[in-house]
């Protein structure tokens, strides 16, 4: 559904992602993860629109959406959630749903009023009863949620979430994973960036993973936990060689 | 008409160049093509040294920038304080000029800085762009008022060049000592900051700073102290600008506040960051400008763009910007709730019934005075569109209302529906030219965009005899629909008080409506505006088209009020002040517009009534209000009262509570599909 082929971006003397390439498919949930400065925020930004990469292209389906506005790329299906929260601030829950559910409808995206779509959505995610708080002043956790209602009802076909668990009690973030499964059997393809590796175990089917800039590993979860590579980036530490026979998954 | 710069109408000659060749070099200002070999020399030392001027200037805009976030409006009158004070030490009170220099370019000038950053600018380095400019347009009125309370407008004053009688000679040019002084100071200041940035480890780390404010206090810089450096500095190299342009201009306080906004564009060029490239751009500035006033011939349409050349010097500047990434807004503010269409409805019926008594009871000329203010608040209107619900930073609201009055007048027989209909859309279409080239600009640079177009607008337009006749005024009747004509002043004010009652509640509708959720999303984030679908071009093209026609609508009924308009009614100041008015009363709000009208119209008429150095009150009350601003973002109808503020302490547990009842409940057992 989603395909990332070789794409760059430099800033300065940084190289925040260096021919990063992997793919995203439709029914599925796919992991994205990395320490912290891997570049997993700047993929989200090359894919939505709000950086240009320095080489290489972004597919959605079988169009090229490499050189399109955000929000073309909105209109093509493509929504996200931002991990430094982007939520409009002075609007209400309810109203940061509703707009997104307005310009959604006036491209007939979906055949439902957005006021109903509006409510459906507040109630799925469980944020009804925040419905008439305006953003700036609601938790972290729950800011997340309204965030991810609002891309919900842009009506998506790739959902790509930046940390949506963190400020989420396990609670939470366990019913957050069933809704993470729910979608993607709605045939969202679903993209996670995530911290939390017992959620990201849980739900995603296959996992890519960034340390500075480059992909360093791609596989199911527990090819990729099992991946010297992986642990070398994550605990900082040289790994012994896996035993024979546990191959680790690579990528080329 | 004005509150804080009555005077500044009398600036035909606000730029160091078009000053400093007459006072000088002494060139025949028609020089021609044929005396281009004799000109050229003295005009490149005229603009080399306005340019240092220029640059020395922006080079304290940069530095206040980068380390504290802000940009500061008010800049310029620390430059004009700066000179004053250093006149009424070296000539008043006769120090050696010495000493005058270093007291008030080390000592008082960065006391200043120290004084303004701990006050004021440390609430508000976070927050959104119109409650900063608020604040630092409210300090340059505040000084503005400061000034003329202390230094009385009407006397003359002269400061002397520094080394007065020296002067050398190079290839026939007299260069006079202190213009040698204003070109080593620049180099200096230019070598000092360089040395200071990446030789010494309070330099480095307020690059550090600069860069990444979080980054560096997790380190262990402390921002506020590079905060606190960047405002001493900036206020020194304001006061080091302020001092050596005085000598070369006439002593004035809306000159020497003015002239700096001339440096805006030099601190373009330098993206707000790039000192190297500032100096660069001050000295081109300077030398462009010394080159037009010499070469360019006077009388044609060539001749009238001299004036405003650093204003498209600084719109081109602009538009050349690489574009910045979309990003949020950080501070939390708390918008005052939505009226609903039946409460608006009600809240206009009573204040219509208040209008109507006050139309036959007030005195007439108190009539006049608050028909202007319905006017001003008419025109304020548009603000809450643009800027309370878009986020669109304008400071040429007025120049719409100009052009509206304009149409008003020309079109039909001065006081014709037609010639409504033509204020309108002459003021709405002005507005979507102004916005197309504007439209990938955002925040502050939008804003200077369109300061830069309120201030060419004040030379080629409202200046223009050809548009304003000889004696720079329009006739304008009141509005008369078939055989019913509002002659009557009272009829007119409850008419326009019915006008405002109507935009008002329209204004509200559309904050009710899809469009006005689309404009606060914008205004809110533009990044996630995008990436919901949302496209901000068109958005911002239509807001700044309604917002421009809605401008035009109060220019057109305002010059009615005065049966004349003419450019002293809608100066480039008033347009700033308008601004900040809204911002003050509350931008996001209906009725705090008409209070901002109120304070707008009633200025000039205290001004009249108060004597004595107590005369600027009012632009002292405007800029404590302004200022105040830091303290109370939401303005004062904006709900943040401090009742409110006990209640928005609490607020954190609110969502809490409600967060709390199995929050993904309903996910297990619903078969609901989103699509």
Known sequence: MLCVEEVSVRFGGVQALQGVSFEVTAGAVTGLIGPNGAGKTTMFNVVTGLQRPDAGRVRLGERDITRLRPQARAHLGLARTFQRLELFGTLTARENVLVAAEVAAGLTRHGRSPADLTGELLERVGISDVAAVPCDVLPTGTARLVEMARALATGPRVLLLDEPSSGLSSGESAALGRLLLRLADEGIAVLLVEHDMDLVMAVCSMLHVLDFGELIATGTPTQVRDDRRVQEAYLGVTVEPAAPGDAPARVD | MIVVVDSCRELPKCTVAQRAVGHDQAIAPDGGHRQSMDTFLPLTVVGVVAGCIYALTAAGLVVTYTTSGIFNFAHGAIGMVSAFAFWDLSQHHHWPSGLAFAAVVLVVAPALGLLIERLLMRRIESSSLDTSLTVTVGLLVLLIGIAKMVWDPSQPRFVPQFFPTHSVSVAGVVISWHQLTVVAAAIAVAIALRLFLYSTRPGIATRAVVDDRELAALTGAAPVRFSQLGWALGAMLAALAGVLLAPLVTLDINTLTLIVINGYAAAMVGRLKNLPLTFVGGVALGLLESYAVGYLPVGNLLGQIKPIIPMVFLFVALLVLPQARLRGRSTVIRPPRVAGLRESLVTAAAFLAVAAVLAVTLSAGTI????????????????????????QVSLCQLTFAGIGAFAMAKVGDGGSVLGLLAAVGLAGAVGALIALPALRLRGLYLAL?????????????????????????LSIKRLHVGGLALTNGRAYFFFLCAVFALVAVGVLAVRRSTLGRRLVAMGDSPAAAATVGMSLTRLKLLVFTLSAALAGLGGALLGGVQGLVGPADFPLLSSILLLLLAVVFGIRTTTGMLFAGLVLAYGPVIQTHVHGSLRDIVSLGVGLGAVGIGRNPNGTFGGNTPLQRLRDRRAPDLPAVVAVPAPMGPVEGAGRAVR
């Open chain 2, 368 to 391: 006049a005075t608050v028909s202007l203010a319905v006017c001003f608040g008419l025109v304020m209107l548009s603000l809450v569109l643009l800027t309370g619900y878009g986020g």
């Open chain 2, 449 to 473: 965009s369109t300061l830069a177009f309120a201030y060419s607008m004040d030379y080629v337009f409202f200046q223009n005899p050809k548009v304003f006749g000889n004696s720079l005024s």
